[in-house]
């Protein structure tokens, strides 16, 4: 494919007089993992939500393959997300969730005991989910991204509630999807996380884009530096 997997460019929506996103763009090529930083309120939900068609652009456009995310063919195969406050139904257990999605969306029952291996949820699998810790929810939530086998991975927030083994198996799934030229998209707080996970970094700040870089090119500790200079309130001369 010629096409970035993921493009938004010139993106805006607005919130009453706010800008929550300004006139955003960038691209995740395939092969890679972006991470999407910004500090809270920064935009990142808002444009990821636009990317996957949750809400509607003031202007620019977000595109996944070339094409809006409302033109899709076969979304669920696509492109996989995980947004926070998934919707779960408390009283069925991870397999049938897992299950009715893939029948929903036309995608083979077998699918659904390999992402629950892929993301180690298979010893809860048959509990009810509404019992489920906060990581194993996250864990649920990447399943079901993973369910279609897509090219596109779109994750706010995965490490959130994850204890450290689990965000060191994030990080090898994550390299794992991008080795086998999938894109992956993922908002992150946590600056060394991302440092050792992602391999370029978009940073966010009011909605507009403050740095775009290969993670190589800022050195061990310079994400952490950069992104503190970048994003605080006060107004901050960075050397160029
Ligand atoms: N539905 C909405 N209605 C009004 N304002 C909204 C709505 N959604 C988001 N906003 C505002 O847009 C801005 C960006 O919010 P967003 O959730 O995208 O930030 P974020 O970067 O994801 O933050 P966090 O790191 O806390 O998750 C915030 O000021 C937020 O209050
Ligand atoms: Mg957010």
Known sequence: MTLPPIEVSGLVKRFGAQRAVDDLSFAVPAGRVVGFLGPNGAGKTTTLRVLLGLVTADAGDARIGGRPFA????????VGALLDGGLLHPGRSGRDHLRALARAADLPEARVGEVLRLV????AADRRAGGYSLGMRQRLGLATALLGDPAVLVLDEPANGLDPQGIRWLRGLLRGLAAEGRAVLVSSHGLAEVARTADEVVVIHRGRSVLQAPVAELGDDGLEETFLALTSDAPVEVAA
């Open 71 to 78: 033109e899709l063919a076969r979304p669920a195969e696509t």
């Open 120 to 123: 180690g949820l298979e010893a």
